[in-house]
């Protein structure tokens, strides 16, 4: 079993950062590939990014491409989101999930636990 629990939402206006956390426990965090998630109302989620189980091999969604930056820290169990330059269209609730094994997956099925969210807000 992993427990996650997100932390850093909030509400922001357009040019801003905010810095997502992902806390884990339970299973050896190092031990599988993570990403992050978000659902804009009315929307399906979609993959944000994702990370390698060592952090050596990352994907990002297009459109957050060259603003986001996905990290992790092993000896701290936590997953990172740095979100720069941010724009109205990137509200939504923001997940992060841990995939079943060590290589990154933009595959949702292939995340078997997920956190509860945190809103993100962008005001324009």
Known sequence: QVQLVESGGGLVQ???SLRLSCAASGRTFSSYAMG???Q???KERDVVATINW???STYYADSVKGRFTISRDNAKNTLYL???SLKPEDTAVYYCAA????V???QTGEYGYWGQGT???VSS
């Open 36 to 38: 992050w998630f978000r």
């Open 99 to 102: 995939a079943r094994g060590r």
């Open 82 to 84: 740095q979100m720069n």
């Open 54 to 56: 060592n952090g050596d």
């Open 119 to 121: 809103q993100v807000t």
């Open 14 to 16: 357009a040019g801003g």
């Open 40 to 42: 804009a109302p009315g």
């Open 104 to 106: 990154r997956t933009v």
